[in-house]
């Protein structure tokens, strides 16, 4: 990754956590807030190299275990375990289409939300905990698709983050 596109992730990340932490729970209530960093975590996945996104995808997942106030590296490791996945099947598909990219978004708040689900129930002693975790799960499904076809029509979605 060039400095230029370090710095411009660097930005774009800052952003993103500032709208999802300070503006979002202003405005929005919490079931139908979209999960930014995850969408920049199913970016990377797609189009980015092994090297760079797995750090960063970790890096993600504890910017927002810190900033939600969850358990510290249970998203990271959500985020880390999807990338995995979305990067294993990344190369047999044609990662540059716009709708890949809002079905991936989705599917990972899907699957992000069963694996939370799973580490939360077997990791606390919390009752209840999978009866509010249910209730948010389909608006922010569809929040987060949203929010990734916003992301899919900016100029310069088809352009590659790095080069092989």
Do not use: H
């Not at 090297?51 to 959500?78: Q, R």
């Not at 375990?81 to 047999?92: A, G, L």
């Amino acid at each position: 990754m060039s400095r230029r596109a370090a710095l411009l992730f660097f930005c774009l990340v800052l952003a993103a956590l500032v709208i999802q932490v300070s503006l979002f729970p202003i405005f929005i209530r919490p079931a139908f807030k979209p999960d930014l960093l995850l969408v920049i975590m199913v970016f990377i996945a797609l189009r980015g190299s092994f090297e760079t996104g797995a750090p960063l995808s970790w890096l993600l997942g504890m910017l927002d275990d810190v900033c939600s106030g969850l358990y510290l590296g249970l998203n990271a490791a959500t985020f880390l375990i999807t990338f995995f996945v979305i990067k294993s099947v990344s190369d047999r598909l044609y990662a540059d289409s716009a709708i890949l990219f809002v079905l991936t978004v989705a599917g990972v708040t899907l699957a992000g939300f069963t694996l939370n689900l799973l580490l939360m129930v077997m990791f606390t002693s919390s009752p209840g905990i999978a009866y509010s975790m249910l209730s948010d799960i389909f608006p922010r499904l569809l929040v987060n698709a949203f929010i990734a076809s916003i992301v899919s029509a900016f100029p310069g979605f088809d352009c590659q983050l790095e080069s092989p």
